[in-house]
């Protein structure tokens, strides 16, 4: 029996974070999802980065961009940059496992594009240094963080959007990422298809 109370005590702390973040992130979603339009609209595209779970994350926007989410539409241009391991190694090899994202952005990023870019501490080192690189490319950054936002939060201009999960356990703050990216993923075809 208390095992089966662990796992319930999962379900009661995930249900209370996304509850809390109804209200903070209800509207920077929405937002940022006519920022991801509005680039995809202008020929644009999408970029996506993170560590681990954060990783699976971006790859996971990408795809639902790329094929479709819950309706068909033709394929949109979104690109995990997570997933190119001879890139990636080569970068860390050769510079620094810091700029494995940022050599990325330089090279495929253009103004007018959207960098979303995930950490659940907000301190990933090679996320700030691919948000710096964005902002450099004249880019628009799309932060998902949690716990304070950490330096992400400091380092965001005034056309960029933060969505923090303000909770402190990873495990809740990756499960809200998700749910955010969905969040995206349907707005996104709201906009560009319409509702039911």
Avoid: W
Wanted: one cysteine or more.
């Amino acid at each position: 029996m208390e095992l089966v109370n662990r796992v319930s005590q999962h379900f009661l702390d995930s249900i209370a974070v996304k509850q809390a973040a109804v209200n903070t992130l209800s509207v920077p979603i929405a937002t940022s999802a006519e920022r991801m339009v509005a680039a995809l609209m202008a020929d644009g595209k999408i970029l996506a980065c993170g560590n681990g779970g954060s990783a699976a994350d971006a790859q996971h926007f990408a795809a639902e961009m790329l094929g479709r989410f819950e309706k068909e539409r033709p394929g949109l241009a979104a690109i995990a940059i997570t997933t190119d391991s001879s890139a990636l190694t080569a970068i860390a090899n050769d510079y620094d496992y810091e700029l494995v994202f940022s050599k990325q952005v330089r090279a495929l990023g253009q103004p007018g594009d959207v960098l979303l870019a995930i950490s659940t501490s907000g301190n990933s080192a090679n996320v700030v240094e691919a948000i710096h690189a964005a902002h450099e490319r004249q880019m628009t950054v799309i932060a998902l963080t949690g716990r304070d936002g950490g330096k992400i939060a400091e380092i965001l201009s005034g056309e960029d959007i933060l969505l923090n999960v303000d909770t402190q356990r990873t495990a809740r703050i990756q499960e809200t990422h998700i749910l955010v990216i969905h969040c995206l993923c349907d707005a996104i075809d709201y906009i560009l298809l319409g509702g039911e």
